[in-house]
């Protein structure tokens, strides 16, 4: 039997991320997310639903997370859920939350502009965004890949051949 455990999540960041460092020097960031929901209701009024998540960034992207984005930053989140429990100290009572570690993450921009993945807050810096592993990206990614080499310059121009076969 298969398993898949995947979670896709664009969102804005509910509180500053918080960074720690385990004694062994691996980076821990946590943060909250906030995924909005519109739909109509019975009665045909829109309604909001809005869903927090907590989300915990192990590593390079817990650093990057901490590094460049913010509370209210929107971001593209790809983790797994994670059910945690553990018994309370105070009380004794057996407790458990449910959270997504995060994969992969990629910066968006903050509304407006083109409508689409962007640099998001790497480009205030002047940096470029990243995801899982410090792998770089375009200011774009939806965007084409660029040409190269295929307009000739201007005080070159290409021979054309006169020989058209038709």
């Keep these: 039997m298969a ?7 664009i969102g804005n960041l509910t509180r500053d991320p918080e960074l720690r460092v385990t ?19 019975e009665s045909g009024a829109t ?38 429990s553990w018994e309370d100290k ?13 994969e992969n993450v990629q910066f968006l921009s903050r509304g407006g502009g083109g409508g689409g993945a ?4 790497a480009a205030a810096s002047g940096e470029t965004p990243a995801v899982a592993g410090g792998d770089d ?7 084409p890949p660029a040409r190269s080499g295929s307009k000739p310059a201007p005080g070159n121009p290409q021979k054309v051949e006169d020989d058209v076969p038709f």
């Design 3 to 9: 398993y898949l455990n995947k979670v896709l999540l």
């Design 23 to 41: 004694p062994k020097g691996t980076a821990i960031c946590q943060f909250g997310l906030a995924v909005n929901r519109q739909y109509k209701d």
């Design 47 to 84: 309604r909001d639903e809005t869903a927090f998540i907590d989300i915990e960034a192990w590593g390079k992207q817990g650093e990057l997370v901490s590094k460049y984005l913010q509370k209210g930053s929107p971001a593209f989140i790809e983790g797994r859920l994670r059910f945690d």
């Design 90 to 102: 105070q009380s004794g009572q057996k407790r458990s939350k449910l959270k997504v570690v995060l």
């Design 118 to 121: 962007g640099a998001g807050a």
């Design 137 to 143: 990206l375009p200011a774009d990614p939806l965007a």
